[in-house]
């Protein structure tokens, strides 16, 4: 029986519900614990209030009417993965990623017994209910139970991970502070994972959870014992990971093979990490074979997700690119990214790609030496993958602007009219299209070399149409090319009727010779 909330559990139900694997074995706390942080984590202060449900989880009565009361089994919280990683790196963490060995049902009664009311289920997936308790006391403390949220509740809990089984079974609980959203996710296995989506398989401790993650310095465990103070306890159950983080080592948990055939996504997650965090020159070499064995990306992995992956790796401060775009040519991957298209090596990055971190500019540095059309197929909306047709992720605002600036190369400020038309839409600002320019500055400090465009290209960016009709009618430009608004032709004159004028379809060319007689006024000017 699915047990909704509201509904009430049975004895036998409620011993379920608590005894979730409760492990008596702790051999894994004795081989998994570090050496103690020298600097401990303190957590941010919309944090301790879910760090402070967990403390308090065993004092939870879950049923009175027996002679022993049911209580529930103390659950201790994590900080987990890439904060763990970043915080050890004396990096800004961006998500704080939080782990437990409580089941969902246990999270989320963790949390309403806190005071945190439940805002349903955002998980975007059709699943099985959670089972929870119809009632509940917090020690001797009144009854309570599971409470809907209210606009303007500043604390609030809701499903937020379903995984890939039949019952698409929750295992991810968003806890939200004043605005702020923590997820909480039970540890797991991940028992089949098909294209990023897991079915996955609950456990009780760090130990079991780290096998399934993909690196070691990805898999630190910070136990938060402290709401308020510096938590210093971590767990490493790989026995390399603070190590390999500070030796600038970049290895998979376990096989290289095993750990990317659970999600080829990994395979370019690894080169990223690299790239931020190794010291090597070359990846591991156990790495560098397994990526071999994966010709098939885009057969497996979905496009979006090769895209959203290879640009956080592209545009992130700490990557080093060089590095970055080398791997991914030396092991074709660019071609799986962008498929039918040539790149030069990496050597020669300019310093605006490696420094300013612009998606735009670096992406179209890096596909410069292709025709502007198989650009324009490689980064289309939908691509054809055998019989399938995938969508891409890339957008039209992005292959727009990608395109312009390729298109810049070709200037010709005679069509200084056309350009500005085929800047509306791109989202370029002026910054950008100087900074592009910038690019293909050379190397030697001695003078100024740069192909003879770019000039005309920094000029252009700050250029603003500087002709309208009305600025135009009625003066000397303002005549029909036909008669020449002579007074002895213009009675006959097909073109204007006999007004002398210049008619709708001659305006825009006189438009496009005035607006290139000002933009080479600036020209002249800079000159």
Known sequence: MIYKIGETMTIPSFKN?????????????????????????????KLRPVIRA??????????????????????????????????IMGKSIKDLDLATNATPEQIATILSNAGFKHGGDRSGKQGSELKLP???????????????????????WFIKGRDNSKDNKPFVISAVVDGEEFEIATFRNDAKVVDGQAEVDFVDNPKDDAARRDLTINALYIELTSADSENKKIYDPTGTGVHDLKQGVVKTVGKAEERFEEDPLR???????????????????????????????????????????FLKGLVHPDVDVKKYIGVYKDTGLLNIVFPGLNFDPPNGVPQQFTSKKDKILALAWLLQHNPIEKVDAALAAIHDVG???????????????????LKLKEFNPEKVGEFMRMRDGTGLSNQQIKDWSEMFKNEDKTRDRRPWWTNHVKTFADHKRAVSWDSVANTEHDVCPTCKGSPHQMGQCPGCRGTGKAPDRARS?????????????KLNQRA
């Not at 074995?25 to 941010?44: H, M, T, V, Y």
């Not at 403390?55 to 763990?84: A, R």
């Not at 019989?387 to 600036?405: M, S, Y």
């Open 267 to 309: 395979i370019l997650r690894s080169i990223r990490f690299w790239a931020r965090f190794g010291k090597s020159d070359k990846m591991d070499p156990e790495i560098l074979k397994a990526i071999k064995k994966f010709p098939n990306l885009r057969e497996r992995v979905a496009l979006e997700r090769i895209r959203d992956e």
């Open 54 to 87: 967990f403390l308090n989880s065993g004092n939870i009565v879950l049923h009175k009417d027996i002679k022993k009361p049911l209580t529930m089994p103390k659950k201790t919280l994590y900080l987990v993965g890439g904060p763990v990683r970043d915080f």
């Open 387 to 405: 019989d399938t047709k995938k969508p891409t992720g890339w957008q039209v605002e992005e292959r727009k602007a990608i395109i312009f600036l």
């Open 134 to 156: 119809a009632h509940f006391w917090n020690g001797d403390e009144e009854e309570k139970t599971i409470e809907k949220s209210q606009s303007g509740d500043k604390f609030i």
């Open 17 to 45: 519900f608590i005894s979730f694997k409760e492990s008596s074995d702790n051999d894994w706390r004795q081989s998994s614990l570090g050496a103690p942080l020298e600097k401990g984590f303190i957590p941010p202060p």
């Open 509 to 521: 060319e006189i438009l496009n010779k005035l607006e290139v007689e000002k933009f080479r006024d």
